[in-house]
């Protein structure tokens, strides 16, 4: 059960946009399409941004989009906000019937 | 509204056990999966095990098989994580969260703290 593999950290500036991507492989990530992303402030629940690869959640900003290709999935903030600074997590489901996450990504505000 | 409410957490020492509770309301309760997923201090988030809707099939990680027990009191809309034989690399805020597709935890509270140590 190898983690997924995401950059440790991206920044950008407000009103930007950033991508951070996630890497898996064809017995996880790019064999189904359930990808999730979350965004994570510590001390709190992680918050769910995105699942199924592409679908938002009901009262999660259109900033906020998911896309696959192969084994890599990405999430995008377009438009970025102070409030958006977090660490984000992906996730996917994974052959063996177990849930795999990428290791985080620590997204900056600058 | 949808809450989760996570209890139980505590220190223990290693080889010690420790049973975690989820309360859930503000839903049908049995429509649902359930996730536990744990964060260690200074870590990333590692998905623990995942129970179904009917209780009927559950799935864990390596790093707990044969150690921690998922389950569920539909009648009491509860979510429990029986853990034992603790090591110390188990200390964590542990999370419950319901499953809204598949893998797609939807997390609603601040986690419980379980710390496992002489």
């Known amino acids: 059960q190898s983690a997924l593999t995401q950059p440790a950290s991206v920044s950008g500036s407000p009103g930007q946009s950033i991508t951070i991507s996630c890497i898996g492989t064809?017995?996880?990530?790019?064999?189904?399409?359930?990808v999730s992303w979350y965004q994570h402030h510590p001390g709190k629940a992680p918050k769910l941004m995105i699942y199924d690869v592409t679908n938002r959640p009901s009262g999660i900003s259109n900033r906020f989009s998911g896309s696959k290709s192969g084994n890599t999935a990405s999430l995008t903030i377009s438009g970025l906000q102070a409030e958006d600074e977090a660490d984000y997590y992906c996730s996917s489901y994974s052959s063996s019937n177990t849930v795999l996450f990428g290791g985080g990504t620590k997204m900056t505000v600058l | 509204q949808v809450q989760l409410v996570e209890s139980g957490g505590g220190e223990v020492q290693p080889g010690g056990s420790l049973r975690l509770s989820c309360a859930a309301s503000?839903?049908?309760?049995?429509?649902?999966?359930f996730h536990w997923v744990r964060q260690a201090p200074g870590k990333g988030l590692e998905w623990v095990a995942l129970i179904w809707s009917d209780g009927t099939r559950e799935n864990y990680a390596d790093s707990v098989k044969g150690r921690f027990t998922i389950s569920r009191d539909n009648s009491e809309n509860t979510l429990y994580l029986q853990m034992n034989n603790l090591r110390v690399e188990d200390t964590a805020v542990y999370y419950c969260a319901r499953d809204l597709s598949v893998a797609a935890g939807d997390y609603r509270g601040q986690g419980t703290l379980v710390t496992v140590s002489s």
């Open positions: 064809s017995s996880d990530l790019g064999g189904y399409n359930y």
């Open positions: 503000g839903f049908r309760f049995s429509n649902y999966g």
